[in-house]
Nanobody, 119 residues
């Protein structure tokens, strides 16, 4: 497993932007097959926001496809989600996940960061 540290959440007005970063601070970064951001709104299940594989295949939730570009920086061992044109429905707790190459190994999750969008 790897240790993930998220940063960049906060309170923003609707229409604004935030940048979420997920840094791999320990463990084998190159043992990761895919990384992604997930969010959980109050009273709802955790859902995928965006993910990227080691082969740079990206997957986005329909609601964020145009607004939230996802990038991974190998040199910095960091996953970055640029969140643009934020809306109140984007409010939630955002978690970073890393999936290892070896299927029998567990996924790694960060502690999460809160994103709140005011009307």
């Amino acid at each position: 497993q790897v240790q993930l540290v998220e940063s960049g959440g906060g309170l923003v007005q609707a229409g604004g932007s935030l940048t979420l970063s997920c840094a791999v601070v320990s463990g084998n970064f190159f043992g990761i097959n895919a990384m992604g951001w997930y969010r959980q709104a109050p009273g709802k299940q955790r859902e995928l926001v965006a993910s990227v594989t080691r082969g740079n295949t990206k997957n986005y939730a329909d609601a964020v496809k145009v607004r939230f570009p996802l990038s991974i920086y190998d040199s910095k061992k960091t996953l970055v989600l640029q969140m643009n044109r934020l809306a109140s429905e984007d409010t939630g707790f955002y978690y970073c996940k890393a999936e290892p190459w070896v299927p029998s190994l567990p996924d790694s999750w960060g502690q999460g960061t809160q994103v709140s969008v005011s009307p």
